[in-house]
């Protein structure tokens, strides 16, 4: 088993696809990440950026069969667009574990069938080749990938070292909720908070949910002046989404590492997104936009970490009082 755990983002998108020049350096695919963890791959939601990771991840298999692990954190279109396009899941060989927010049991499963209804799609959810483990899960469900494969373990059960270890939240600040997914491996950690809206005052639950994690990817699809209606454009508070200074706010509530910020909205530019940016900047330091192809190792940023925490206080006592 190799030892790296890395994030990489294929889509970084909100609401829908947005090609062209402008969205050249962030990229226009809708939500997808992907995962890597001692050579275990984990996709988190299937919007169109799934599209190009499914091509790349039969590439480098190069013959070999593939098991995936794929989190939805809800059923919203931009999420699930790209899925009858992955192509893994035309593979007989390949083991694709799908599991999400769902009403009960088997409504995530009907929920992609019908995507894929006769009238929607040339292709039946059931066409699609690969061996398909499709689950709802609960909140209080925890995913474990171990030796033994993949499977839904009751809450915190003791699990091995190489353990890779899903936990949710379940997240009522977006139109009929949303799964933030907090991934564990060998002491590791990273949250997945996309599709949520800030509260007033910070969002608590979500806080101690993410907890001290190395990494948090935060919806940020808003700038402030957009989200109160001071653009031209209607308020947008409401809609499920958070603003720069929202995920900032997560984040440092949260004591994370490093903030990602997250599902851009469609309509703003490259530009624009640089200027967000040094505005997070300015309000969380170690934090950035995502764009399609960052990718972030985690055992890197610990050691990172590890350093600042060594040389920050000798730097101080330094200084001049
Ligand atoms: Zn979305
Ligand atoms: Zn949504």
């Given at each position: 088993?190799?030892?790296?755990?890395?994030?990489?983002?294929?889509?970084?998108?909100?609401?829908?696809?947005?090609?062209?020049?402008?969205?050249?350096?962030?990229?226009?695919?809708?939500?997808?990440?992907?995962v890597t963890?001692?050579?275990?791959?984990?996709i988190?939601?299937?919007?169109?950026?799934v599209?190009?990771?499914g091509?790349?991840?039969?590439?480098?298999?190069s013959?070999?069969?593939l098991e995936?692990?794929l989190l939805?954190?809800?059923?919203h279109?931009?999420?699930?667009?790209?899925?009858?396009?992955?192509?893994?899941?035309?593979?007989?060989?390949?083991?694709?574990?799908?599991?999400?927010?769902?009403?009960?049991?088997?409504?995530?499963?009907?929920?992609l069938e019908?995507?894929?209804?006769?009238q929607?799609?040339?292709?039946?959810?059931?066409?699609?080749?690969?061996?398909?483990?499709i689950?709802?899960?609960?909140?209080?469900?925890?995913?474990?990938?171990?030796e033994?494969?993949?499977?839904?373990?009751?809450?915190?059960?003791?699990?091995?070292?190489?353990?890779?270890?899903?936990?949710?939240?379940?997240?009522?600040a977006?139109?009929?909720?949303?799964?933030?997914y907090?991934?564990e491996?060998?002491?590791?950690?990273l949250?997945?908070?996309?599709?949520?809206?800030?509260?007033?005052?910070?969002?608590?639950?979500?806080?101690?949910?993410?907890?001290?994690a190395?990494?948090l990817?935060?919806?940020a699809?808003?700038?402030?002046a957009?989200?109160?209606?001071?653009?031209?454009?209607?308020?947008?508070?409401?809609?499920?989404?958070?603003?720069?200074?929202?995920?900032?706010?997560?984040?440092?509530?949260?004591?994370?590492?490093r903030?990602v910020?997250?599902?851009?909205?469609?309509?703003?530019?490259?530009?624009?997104?640089?200027?967000?940016?040094?505005?997070?900047?300015s309000?969380?330091?170690?934090?950035?936009?995502?764009?399609?192809?960052l990718?972030l190792?985690?055992?890197?940023l610990?050691?990172?970490?590890?350093?600042?925490?060594?040389?920050a206080?000798?730097?101080?006592?330094?200084?001049?009082?």
């Amino acid at each position: 088993m190799d030892d790296k755990f890395a994030i990489r983002f294929w889509g970084v998108r909100g609401s829908y696809p947005a090609p062209g020049n402008a969205t050249v350096r962030y990229g226009g695919n809708t939500p997808c990440v992907e995962v890597t963890a001692g050579g275990r791959t984990l996709i988190l939601d299937a919007g169109t950026g799934v599209i190009p990771l499914g091509r790349d991840l039969v590439r480098r298999a190069s013959g070999k069969p593939l098991e995936v692990l794929l989190l939805v954190s809800h059923l919203h279109h931009d999420h699930t667009q790209g899925f009858p396009f992955f192509t893994p899941a035309y593979i007989p060989s390949t083991r694709l574990h799908v599991y999400g927010l769902g009403a009960d049991a088997e409504s995530l499963e009907r929920v992609l069938e019908s995507n894929q209804s006769a009238q929607r799609f040339p292709v039946s959810l059931r066409e699609m080749g690969a061996a398909k483990d499709i689950r709802s899960l609960r909140e209080s469900d925890e995913v474990v990938w171990d030796e033994d494969g993949v499977r839904v373990a009751a809450p915190a059960q003791s699990v091995g070292r190489d353990a890779l270890r899903v936990r949710i939240h379940r997240s009522y600040a977006h139109p009929g909720g949303v799964y933030v997914y907090r991934v564990e491996w060998r002491g590791r950690s990273l949250v997945y908070a996309t599709d949520t809206e800030g509260y007033v005052g910070g969002d608590r639950r979500l806080a101690a949910f993410a907890r001290g994690a190395d990494v948090l990817i935060h919806d940020a699809q808003y700038s402030e002046a957009h989200y109160r209606g001071q653009t031209g454009a209607a308020s947008t508070q409401g809609f499920g989404h958070s603003t720069v200074e929202m995920a900032c706010e997560a984040a440092s509530a949260a004591g994370v590492g490093r903030l990602v910020l997250f599902h851009h909205d469609p309509s703003y530019g490259d530009a624009q997104l640089d200027e967000l940016q040094a505005r997070a900047r300015s309000l969380f330091p170690n934090s950035q936009m995502a764009y399609e192809g960052l990718t972030l190792e985690l055992n890197e940023l610990q050691v990172r970490r590890i350093l600042d925490d060594f040389v920050a206080p000798r730097i101080s006592s330094q200084s001049p009082s």
